[in-house]
């Protein structure tokens, strides 16, 4: 079965700061990942995807993610982090579709990211 | 920008009683979701909808949920008789291609 999985419930970072946000994965098959943001009170955000070519792909708000075939990683990153940075943040796969159906998205437990002043 | 609406933005009902959650996914998506988030815990898999009907559902979603996509537009999770565990955050998301996108949920309490 296809899954995730994010190893730190939180990430505290002074702000200017690198962020790292670490998602590891698990799936037969060429995965499709995912990266998704929750601000208090409010839905999901798409972030950013992989699905196949560069490894590096770049997203919203200055975010970027490495995929890394040889360690099963999609690792959320960020050069210099913003205090309104602070959220809960999503590692998802898209699960195999049966029928028509896509595949719905398998997430992680969530990362929740402090950046301090 | 085109975007995934939800209504109500909060539901408070009793136990037993049916209530009924509302979705507008944005307007050229084929792929429809239902997903929830129970306080504290991972956001999970309901219900996939596509060409007018269910092509995948979890474990969750038992014979006390429905969707409907009544008119084109709206896009509907019925829970026919609510449980206390059924207190939880519901998402509502549609894609297109590839990624999905979340409307901003519907908090249900059930007392």
């Known amino acids: 079965a296809q899954s995730v999985a994010q190893p730190e419930d939180q990430v505290n970072v002074a702000e200017g700061n690198p962020l790292t946000v670490k998602c590891t994965y698990s799936v037969s098959g060429n995965p499709y990942l995912f990266w998704y943001v929750q601000y208090p009170n409010r839905g999901l955000q798409f972030l950013l995807k992989y699905i196949t070519g560069d490894n590096l792909v770049k997203g919203s708000y200055g975010f970027e993610a490495e995929f890394n075939k040889s360690q099963t990683s999609f690792h959320l990153k960020k050069p210099s982090a913003l205090v309104s940075d602070s959220a809960l943040y999503f590692c998802?796969?898209?699960?195999?579709?049966?029928?028509?159906?896509?595949?719905?998205?398998?997430f992680g437990k969530g990362t929740k990211l402090s950046v301090k002043p | 920008e085109p975007e995934v609406t939800q209504t109500p933005s909060h539901q408070v009902t009793q136990m037993g009683q049916e209530v009924i959650l509302r979705c507008v996914p944005i307007?050229?998506?084929?792929?429809f979701y239902w997903y929830r988030q129970i306080l504290g815990q991972k956001v999970e898999f309901l219900v996939s909808f596509y060409n007018n009907e269910i092509s995948e559902k979890s474990e969750i979603f038992d014979d006390q949920f429905s969707v409907e996509r009544p008119d084109g537009s709206n896009f509907t999770l019925k829970i026919r008789s609510t449980k206390l565990e059924d207190s939880a955050m519901y998402f509502c998301a549609s894609s297109g291609l590839v990624e999905q996108y979340f409307g901003p949920g519907t908090r249900l309490t059930v007392t």
């Open positions: 307007s050229n998506h084929l792929y």
């Open positions: 998802a796969v898209r699960d195999k579709g049966y029928g028509g159906s896509q595949g719905n998205l398998i």
